[in-house]
């Protein structure tokens, strides 16, 4: 059973343009979100996290807002550059838990 | 910091042999590695948690006798494919957990099996 969710498997936005990439959990244990992000043949690379005391994080070009009531997360990437292609992760944890659950990933395509 | 390296990064081996997969981390020391096994266009699925000087946790599904894992130092965990099959074929990555009590996991590189 899929934990984490991540609905839109790609998204195509224009550079300089934002990207918004959505993001539903159902474990209401999960209290620690983060996003990665993959290149193909490659690991993911650790992007930006919130936890659930929080509703923001921002970092850069980089923003994750965090809705708990909803169970939703989301990453927006302000203004996309092409270097951003590539396949985003969302990842939910539990405080006693270090497992990760990761959803099944968006492909973004930042178009010049 | 937090750099975590794979070995092999690609294999290709015969239908019936194993493979070992080594995940270094290169810079700290961690007492909890995590295997991943990732599907083309699919999602990571967490296969193990190993932890260094004790039997590996495994996930539901994952025989425990044909991925073998071995966390005999703070630095090193592997992964023995054993008896492999065209179905193991896959991209294999390992992740290390931060140190400090943090959530963070620093992932390698992955490795690529392929069994003919």
């Known amino acids: 059973d899929q934990q984490v969710k991540q609905n839109s498997p790609s998204l195509s936005v224009q550079e300089g343009r934002i990207s918004i990439l959505n993001c539903d959990y159902t474990?209401?244990?999960?209290?620690?979100f983060l996003w990665y992000k993959k290149y193909p043949a490659e690991g993911p690379t650790f992007l930006i996290s919130?936890?659930?005391?929080?509703d923001k994080n921002e970092d850069g070009r980089f923003t994750v807002f965090l809705n708990k009531s909803a169970k939703h997360l989301s990453l927006h990437i302000v203004p996309s550059q092409p270097g951003d292609s590539a396949v985003y992760f969302c990842a939910a944890s539990a405080s006693n838990d270090y497992k990760l659950s990761f959803g099944a990933g968006t492909t973004v395509t930042v178009r010049a | 910091g937090a750099v975590v390296s794979q070995h092999p990064s690609w294999v290709i081996c015969k239908s019936g042999t194993s493979v070992k997969i080594e995940c270094r981390s290169l810079?700290?020391?961690?007492?909890?590695m995590f295997w991943y096994r990732q599907f083309p266009k699919q999602s990571l699925m967490l296969m193990a948690t190993s932890n260094e000087g004790s039997k590996a946790t495994y996930e539901q599904g994952v025989e425990k006798d044909k991925f073998l894992i071995n966390h005999a130092s703070l630095t090193l965990s592997t992964l023995t494919v054993t008896s492999a099959h065209p179905e193991d074929s896959s991209f294999y990555i390992c992740?290390?957990?931060?140190?400090?009590?943090?959530?963070?996991?620093?992932f390698g590189p992955g490795t690529r099996l392929t069994v003919t």
């Open positions: 992740s290390a957990l931060g140190q400090g009590g943090s959530n963070e996991q620093y």
């Open positions: 474990n209401s244990m999960f209290d620690y």
């Open positions: 810079d700290f020391q961690a007492t909890t």
């Open positions: 919130i936890s659930s005391i929080k």
